[in-house]
């Protein structure tokens, strides 16, 4: 949404994997103790279908998820390489 309000034209999703992948919180380890913290199981589930909420905003704005391994379905997927190309 703060892309849309910049004025992008296009929109490239990237690392947004909405999942626990490998058992694995994060690629680089879990947050220390005293910071926020790391998103829980039933939390990473919601957030596909947040996504599709912000995908109702989004107008006429290509929204393309390039994450290389992902849950996210809510967006058409590509790979970075072909995007940019």
Request: with cysteine.
């Amino acid at each position: 949404m703060l892309a849309k309000l910049f004025g992008a034209g296009r929109i490239l999703l990237l690392g947004y994997d909405c999942q626990h992948t490998g058992g694995r919180t994060h690629w680089h380890g879990d947050h220390p103790p005293g910071t926020a913290g790391n998103a829980a199981p039933k939390t990473v589930r919601k957030w596909p279908g947040q996504f599709r909420q912000v995908r109702q905003h989004m107008g006429r704005i290509p929204v393309i998820n390039a994450t290389r391994e992902t849950a996210l379905d809510v967006f058409p997927r590509a790979e970075l390489e072909q995007v940019l190309a």
